[in-house]
C-alpha cells in the first residue's frame, strides 16, 4: 500500500458529462501530481500542485482541471468528456518536488466514457 | 522534449532465471533515471534509482546499470520470481514549472511475464 488514496476506483459515464477524481495523499506530503495512463498514449503527466498552488503543467487538456484543498487532498475535474478520455488515472504524491523525490502512486481511477 | 524509450515490449522468462529490462533515453542532459514496477490493478511502485555520476547501483536482486556515451539503461533482475511478473517502466525526471521535478517522463514500458 503506497499511501496515497483514490476515488472511485472505477468510473463509467457518457461523452459529454463531468466528473470529479479524488485524491488523498500520503500523510505528509504536500506535493500531489496527476497522470493518465491510455494504451495509445502511455503514462502521461498531467499537472502538479504542490502545498496549494499549481506547481508544474503538462499535457493538461483545458477541459480538465485540477484542485488542491487545504487539508492537502486533490480533485482532478474532468468535463465534456469524449470517448478519449478513456483511461487510468494516476495520482501520486511526495514530500517535495525537488530532483531525487520519490513519487508514492495510488491505484488509480479507471474512467470510461461510452 | 524527452523520449524515454525501450528495445523490448514482452520479455518471458523461467523462475530462477535473470531478466534484463532495457531502456533508451534521448535527452544527453538528463542526470537521474528512475525504475517503476507496475503490477496488474496497480498504481506504479518505485523499484531503483540512479544519478548519472553513477554507472552502477544496486538494490535488492535489483541492479541497474547507465551508459550515458550511447543514453542506455538497463534493469537487472536476479533469480526472477513470478510475483516478479509485472510492467516495468524507466523514468526520467524533467524540470517543469521551473525548478520543479515532479514532471516524469516514462518509457512505454516493457512487460516482464515470469513462468513457474
Known amino acids: 500500500d503506497s499511501g496515497v488514496t483514490q476515488t472511485p476506483k472505477h468510473l463509467i459515464t457518457a461523452t459529454g458529462q463531468r466528473v470529479t477524481l479524488r485524491c488523498s495523499p500520503r500523510?505528509?506530503?504536500?506535493?500531489v501530481y496527476w497522470y493518465q495512463q491510455s494504451l495509445d498514449q502511455g503514462l502521461q503527466f498531467l499537472i502538479q500542485y504542490y502545498n496549494g498552488e499549481e506547481r508544474a503543467k503538462g499535457n493538461i487538456l483545458e477541459r480538465f482541471s485540477a484542485q488542491q484543498f487545504p487539508d492537502l487532498h486533490s480533485e482532478l475535474n474532468l468535463s465534456s468528456l469524449e470517448l478519449g478520455d478513456s483511461a487510468l488515472y494516476f495520482c501520486?504524491?511526495?514530500?517535495?518536488?525537488?530532483?531525487?523525490?520519490?513519487?508514492?502512486f495510488g491505484s488509480g481511477t479507471q474512467l470510461s466514457v461510452l | 522534449g524527452e523520449s524515454v524509450g525501450l528495445h523490448l515490449p514482452t520479455l518471458s522468462v523461467q523462475e530462477g532465471d535473470n531478466s534484463i529490462i532495457n531502456c533508451a533515453y534521448s535527452n544527453s542532459a538528463s542526470d537521474y533515471f528512475i525504475w517503476y514496477k507496475q503490477e496488474s490493478g496497480k498504481g506504479p511502485q518505485f523499484i531503483i534509482d540512479?544519478?548519472?555520476?553513477?554507472d552502477k547501483r544496486q538494490g535488492q536482486r535489483v541492479t541497474v546499470l547507465l551508459n550515458k556515451t550511447v543514453k542506455h539503461l538497463s534493469l537487472q533482475i536476479a533469480a526472477t520470481q513470478p510475483g516478479d511478473s509485472a510492467v516495468y517502466f524507466c523514468a526520467v525526471p524533467e524540470k517543469a514549472g521551473g525548478t520543479s521535478y515532479g514532471k516524469l517522463t516514462f518509457g512505454q514500458g516493457t512487460i516482464l511475464t515470469v513462468h513457474p
Open positions: 501520486a504524491s511526495s514530500v517535495g518536488f525537488s530532483q531525487g523525490e520519490k513519487l508514492f
Open positions: 500523510s505528509g506530503d504536500l506535493s
Open positions: 540512479i544519478r548519472s555520476n553513477m
